[in-house]
């Protein structure tokens, strides 16, 4: 079952004190995040992400970024958005071909990789973030 908090400064969002300290951090460059849970799988849901003008058939989509309670050391990989997007002219997204559900919720999937190996300390949940932001500004 998927819960939701919202991340605030004065509550913890995990015990995870790492992912709370990166979840404030998004939370100062972000609209609203949310917070979702399945076991050990965790969706920080960035809400009402404005989409570049005229670029996709949507002005806004939630972006859900996954990770688990082993955050840092785990990876972070892709990124989903609302099932429905899709390019202006309606095709769909280079790498977004596929729809998963996650957290209760269909999302479309980017499948979108670094080129490096993630190396905790070095990359985190914002720097992850602005590495999705940068793929959604090429509407490709």
């Given amino acids: 079952m998927a819960s939701t908090s919202e ?10 004190d790492a992912l709370d300290r990166d979840l404030e951090r998004l939370a100062a460059l972000c609209p609203a995040v ?20 005229g670029q996709y ?14 955050y840092p050391a785990s990876a972070m990989d892709m990124f989903w958005v609302d099932q429905g997007l ?11 071909e596929s729809i998963e559900m996650h957290f209760g919720r269909p999302w479309r999937r980017y499948s979108w990789h670094r080129n490096t190996a ?23």
């Fill in 7 to 16: 991340p605030s400064p004065a509550t913890p969002i995990s015990a995870n």
């Fill in 34 to 53: 949310e917070v979702l849970t399945d076991g050990s799988q965790i969706g920080v849901v960035v809400v009402g992400w404005e989409l570049p003008d």
């Fill in 57 to 70: 058939n949507l002005e806004r989509t939630p972006l859900l970024l996954r990770t688990d309670t082993a």
């Fill in 86 to 96: 899709t390019l202006a002219d309606g095709r769909i997204p280079t790498g977004g």
């Fill in 118 to 140: 993630w190396v905790p300390g070095r990359d985190d949940l914002v720097g992850h973030f602005e590495f999705c932001i940068a793929r959604l500004q090429r509407a490709e």
